[in-house]
């Protein structure tokens, strides 16, 4: 079956460090999307591409970078971890129109 | 820009019902979705409404008033299971970017 899938999902790093995580779908969904899931705030969206070589900043994207090298993935890094980045974090697909599809998420810690 | 308020939390009982509200102000509008999220859980899609009334789906309904900008989710036969976040989201711009609003938690107790 066609899913979305997140890895890792639990990471720990420490502050300064570089970060990716990745994020894979096998529906070939053009859009994709990051976002970050904080108390209080619910999810706040970091970068969305909406096809290969597609990327674009959303609400909360300092300190945050994605590439679009193929359909199927989105990778966000982290260039220089800060503690204020400890979150969890969702990629979501969508086919066009607007239901976006979830993946399980990623818990980052830095300390 | 984009303005989404929902309750923070709520309780509810076993077996009665639920209604969840939401109020949104965009700049355009094309439609509202209700996910559920349960703790630790990727969100999952409920709903979407683009018309104005109500929309029946099984336990579960969501209402929109484009007029008010306003929606709610209502949820009957409350079950245990159903204790999650609910969250209420609208579509920005002319892509298929979602923005959310904070949730709202929702406990059923016995």
């Known amino acids: 079956d066609a899913e979305i899938t997140q890895s890792p999902r639990h990471k720990i790093t420490e502050t300064g460090r570089q970060v990716t995580l990745a994020c894979h779908q096998t529906?070939?969904?053009?859009?994709m999307f990051w976002y970050r899931q904080d108390l209080g705030h619910g999810l706040r969206l970091i970068h969305y591409s909406y096809g290969v070589q597609d990327t674009n900043k959303g609400e909360v994207s300092d300190g945050y970078s994605v590439s679009r090298s193929n359909t199927e993935d989105l990778p966000l890094t982290l260039e220089s971890a800060a503690s204020s980045q400890t979150s969890v974090y969702f990629c979501?697909?969508?086919?066009?129109?607007?239901?976006?599809?979830f993946g399980p998420g990623t818990r980052l810690t830095v300390l | 820009g984009q303005n989404i308020d929902q309750p923070t939390e709520m309780t509810a009982t076993e077996g009665a019902i639920v209604q969840i509200n939401c109020t949104y102000q965009t700049s355009g509008f094309n439609g509202l979705f209700w996910y559920q999220q349960h703790a630790g859980e990727a969100p999952t899609f409920l709903s979407y409404?683009?018309?104005?009334g109500l929309e029946e789906k099984g336990r579960f309904s969501s209402f929109l008033s484009r007029s008010k900008g306003y929606s709610y989710l209502l949820l009957k036969e409350l079950q245990m299971k159903d204790s999650a976040s609910y969250l209420c989201?609208?579509?920005?711009?002319?892509?298929?970017?979602?923005?959310f609003g904070g949730g709202t938690r929702l406990m059923v107790k016995p």
């Open positions: 979501a697909s969508s086919p066009g129109g607007n239901e976006q599809f």
């Open positions: 409404n683009v018309l104005d």
């Open positions: 989201a609208v579509p920005v711009g002319a892509g298929n970017m979602l923005t």
């Open positions: 529906w070939n969904h053009n859009n």
